[in-house]
């Protein structure tokens, strides 16, 4: 019954997270339709991170008052609306706050998930040594990451499937998306939850970053700045070629493929697992790059699946595990410190990039951001390696 709630936990992230690219494959014909630039979208897709920010910030000690369950049932219902939003208002202003309360609904969701999961595990343990917290620990981290990892790429991906028969700004993904989501939130208003600490908690409880957490924070804020960049500029690239159609499946390639090599990731000791993760990911950018400049869809997706075994596979995981290893007691806010970092990725890097495509083209401004991604990852593995 326990593993039940937890797969139920599940898919209710997933349902969240395939939200939140849902519309990813139609930021080129929403510019179109506006007349604006890669810059202009790429401001529309980090209003994503504008909700977030505030909510791991500020509310993040809402858990301790609420419980877990309010704050994930919040994020569903800010999904259904945002999606709602986007039907309603197909254009880069309606996108921009759809990504805004995408945004808070997935602060609130990252902040409590991988602790949530946790104690639905730990709950269904018999005994309570440290043999089986550390099982609790690894079950709970590769259901999040699986879950999590697969939703972000799902949703582009169906819309991809109905765009590329029927072009559309508002596409029927975008109702089945609904129907599911609303599921979700059925099955999860029955889930199993756990009594707030005290309604005396402080609602302030800043992300922290106890030592050794930092570096791993640095790794995931390099692997999301590819996915963003792949997820909110790829698109405009390949239209160059006529080749946009795809990009939900290349935003699929790099956000759901790397559930793939969770299960070699789960193998290796965190540390381990984020290197490697860091070695991949220069390399596979590569790929990307050079692909879409030269309108090589192959190579694009080969490109993608390779970074998303970095991304999702061996530095999401690999560094959340390594993180809540360190955290011990302060997991919410190490995790949505870690969370922070990730999706400061998916923001600064992403729009300058932008910005500098609508100024120099793409070849430049897409080289320069690899030349940034392999300087950004050899300091971290440096941090890595002197935390040994």
Not at 85 to 114: D, K, Y
Not at 115 to 122: I, S
Not at 165 to 183: E, F, G, I, N, T
């Given at each position: 019954m326990k593993r039940c709630n937890a797969i139920r936990l599940a898919f209710a992230l997933c349902m969240i997270t395939a939200g939140v690219n849902l519309q990813a494959p139609l930021y080129d014909a929403l510019a179109a339709r506006n007349?604006?630039?890669?810059?202009?979208?790429?401001?529309?897709?980090?209003?994503?991170?504008?909700?977030?920010?505030?909510?791991?910030?500020?509310?993040?000690?809402?858990?301790?008052?609420?419980?877990?369950?309010?704050?994930?049932?919040?994020?569903?219902?800010?999904?259904?609306?945002?999606?709602?939003?986007?039907?309603?208002?197909?254009?880069?202003?309606?996108?921009?706050?759809?990504?805004?309360?995408?945004?808070?609904?997935?602060?609130?969701?990252?902040?409590?998930?991988?602790?949530?999961?946790?104690?639905?595990?730990?709950?269904?343990?018999?005994?309570?040594?440290?043999s089986a917290t550390n099982d609790a620990t690894n079950d709970a981290t590769s259901y999040v990451t699986a879950s999590t990892a697969l939703g972000f790429g799902l949703g582009a991906a169906v819309t991809s499937l109905f765009i590329f028969?029927?072009?559309?700004?508002?596409?029927?993904?975008?109702?089945?998306?609904?129907?599911?989501?609303?599921?979700a939130l059925l099955m999860i208003i029955t889930l199993d939850d756990y009594a707030p600490n005290s309604v005396n908690n402080a609602m302030l409880r800043l992300p922290s970053y106890p030592p050794g957490t930092l570096a791993y924070g640095l790794a995931i804020l390099l692997a999301w700045a590819t996915v963003g960049l792949v997820i909110a500029i790829l698109p405009s690239t390949l239209q160059k070629h006529g080749l946009s159609a795809w990009s939900g499946f290349a935003i699929f390639g790099i956000c759901s493929c790397g559930v793939l090599f969770q299960p070699w990731a789960r193998k290796l000791a965190p540390r381990t697992a984020t290197v490697l993760g860091l070695v991949i990911l220069p390399l596979a950018y590569s790929l990307i790059a050079w692909g879409a400049i030269q309108g090589y869809l192959f190579v694009v997706l080969l490109g993608t699946v390779a970074a998303s075994s970095a991304c999702y596979g061996f530095i999401y995981l690999g560094g959340l595990s390594g993180v809540l290893e360190i955290a011990g007691m302060l997991s919410t806010q190490a995790s949505a410190g870690y969370f922070l970092m990730a999706y400061m990725g998916f923001s600064i890097p992403v729009i300058s990039t932008g910005i500098l495509i609508d100024a120099v083209g793409h070849t430049l401004a897409l080289t320069l951001f690899g030349l940034a991604l392999v300087g950004g990852v050899v300091v971290t593995i440096g941090l890595l390696r002197r935390a040994q």
């Open positions: 007349g604006l630039g890669v810059g202009a979208t790429t401001i529309a897709f980090a209003c994503y991170v504008a909700g977030i920010v505030p909510v791991l910030l500020g509310l993040n000690g809402l858990a301790g008052r609420v419980g877990r369950k309010p704050l994930i049932v919040i994020a569903l219902l800010l999904s259904l609306l945002a999606t709602a939003i986007t039907l309603m208002a197909p254009s880069l202003l309606g996108l921009g706050i759809a990504r805004f309360l995408l945004g808070v609904g997935m602060g609130l969701t990252s902040a409590v998930a991988p602790a949530y999961m946790q104690m639905l595990f730990e709950d269904q343990k018999s005994d309570t040594t440290n028969h029927a072009p559309s700004v508002s596409p029927p993904s975008l109702w089945l998306y609904l129907a599911a989501a609303s599921l």
